[in-house]
């Protein structure tokens, strides 16, 4: 027992510190990845419903290669096709290549993804407010910008929450997935540790249980949100 | 009101002040739906303090004549004017009619307040915050104000103990009072009904009745889509009877309704009485 803590101590030699720092970067590019899978996806929602012929093929497109492609794969052509991409341009333009920070590499790879999967969940939501709604903002003069943030965002709110939240907890997951473009996040710690210490199932049996406590808290917020949301909606229906 | 009967020629459209600025116009109004003409040429002007119904069996375009008066159906000819004001219109690239200006449009519908059938309150807010989402958002009227103004409203409707209520949890007659507040609430020149009690239990029909008549009786300008004959009748300056989108009677509704000039009128006033 004193040597499971003393290994799981947070200051060398012992691991602990390694693996927290590695929960903070996973949840720092959850956080981040989320946030912008969920503004592409709110635009995207939009241009599905609203948009013209060619807005609706390309996101099409999008959302279907997204969701076809194993995450691992995408996120390894986005990782080193994206890079490459960017320093090809910034050598057309004459200049140095980058090094890209993996935490803003992280983040957008990831966040594509994610956007891809809110499209869905939020067009999805749109198209469930009474339609009747919607247009006693158009009847009482709300120009189209008012509309989505007064109205037709907040009341899908309801309809979206529990597939938002299932999004949520898929990103602090598939951050796991960043471990293997290098990116030092929670899994890849574990595995260090893991490594240099042939422990391999106390450390995997933490980082499982550090997930898990993530999950837990997400949930339980999740939950709350959902109520909150849900106050103008009857009981049941 | 018998002042009023005497005052207009039986064959004329009646209105409650002969010469008060007009509030509403529309000029030979045509709408399709792809190939279906729904409204063929209608016409119809509502002075300041009138209340126009328009009455008509189910399908004859009553709801796509008034929708189009504030746009939320674009005319495919002829001319809607508020308070004067001509609502502009062009074509697209497509030859189809289009505002020339949606600012236009945006700013003249705050001046109607619109009453729906099926309600429409916004099932995320609450009743009082129904009422001063347009004002606050829509015309910049500074927070507090819209609210003691929405508070006396909804004391006027019945409903002052509702306020921090969401809609859902309120009866059919409670939604329709609260939407008929949240219309006032923008402080509207004309007020705009389709069918306010068509969706209601017969048992909540007077208590939303009661309030448009008192809004008539202070003679505010108002169109009336309804299938309440004896409310037309009785708060009415003016009736119009669309059958298959064409006028095919109007005028005084002590008139209209005592000897229906066309057939088919006095077939309509039959099957509903
Ligand atoms: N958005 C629409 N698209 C196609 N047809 C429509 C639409 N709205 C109304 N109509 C048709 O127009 C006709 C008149 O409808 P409406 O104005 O709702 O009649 P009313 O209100 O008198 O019952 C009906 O035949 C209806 O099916
Ligand atoms: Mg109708």
Redesign the interface.
Known sequence: MDEILALLALEPPGWGGNLLRGLVSSLEIAFGAYFLGLVIGIGGACGKLWGGETTKAVLDLYTTIVRAVPELVLILILYFAGTDLINLILDYFGREPIDISGLVAGIAVLGVVQGAYSTEVVRGAIQTI?A??I?????????PW?RLR??IL??M??FAIPGLGNLWLNATKDTAILAVVGFAELTLETRQAAGSTKRYFLFYIAAGLLYLMVTLVSTYVIGRIEAR?R????RHG | MTMVETAVAPDMPGSAIPDAPVAVEVRDLHKSFGQLDVIKGVSMTAREGDVVSIIGSSGSGKSTFLRCI?L?EIPTSGRVSVGGEEIRMKRDRHGQPVPAD?RQ??????S?G?V?Q?????????VLQNLI??PV??LKTPRAEAIERAEALLARVGLADKRHV????LSGGQQQRAAIARALA?QPKVMLFDEPTSALDPELVGEVLKVIRDLADERRTMILVTHEMKFAREVSDQVIFLHKGLVEEEGHPGEMFRNPRSERLRQFLASTQ
């Open positions: 009474p009747g709604q247009e006693a903002a158009r009847a009482y003069g709300m120009s008012l007064r109205i907040p009341a709110l309801p949301v106050r103008g909606l009857p | 504030n939320l949606w449009v945006e700013r003249i519908r705050t109607l619109m729906f099926s309600f429409n309150l916004w099932s995320h807010l609450t989402e347009v958002h829509v969401y809609p859902a949890f923008i």
